[in-house]
């Protein structure tokens, strides 16, 4: 699955620059922490896979990543190489989440919105 940054931003600090994927370095996240979280009507994590997501310092709620080449900054957010195919069925739908919004946590810092076009190679 690849998403494609077409407009917009997001922040989840204002002491930190905005962000099309998730955050810049703090105390909490590492260099170029990833949050967009693609998951299902139950609101599980699809992608990256529930495994692969970490939690901030000291924290229980797992909701950050990172992706070898891929930046907050990037222009396109790809998941490739997954352990798993994912079965999908017609008319079945995916929600686009921000890490911290999706475990609830954090959120008061968070500002912004971004528009993304969404593409999935489907056999």
Known sequence: MKLVH????????????????????STFFPNN???????NTKKEAVLPPAGDLKAPN?????????LSGTTHTSPELVFRDLPIQLS??????????????WVDGNEAHNSGQTCVEVYAWYT
């Not at 922490?33 to 998951?39: D, Q």
């Not at 000291?58 to 990172?66: A, D, L, M, Q």
């Open 6 to 25: 077409k407009s917009g931003s997001i922040i989840c600090n204002p002491n930190f620059p905005a962000s099309y994927w998730g955050c810049t370095v």
């Open 33 to 39: 922490s990833l949050m967009t979280i693609i998951a």
């Open 58 to 66: 000291g924290r229980s709620k797992k909701f950050f990543y990172n």
């Open 88 to 101: 999908v069925s017609r008319g079945q739908e995916f929600q686009i989440w921000y890490g911290q919004d």
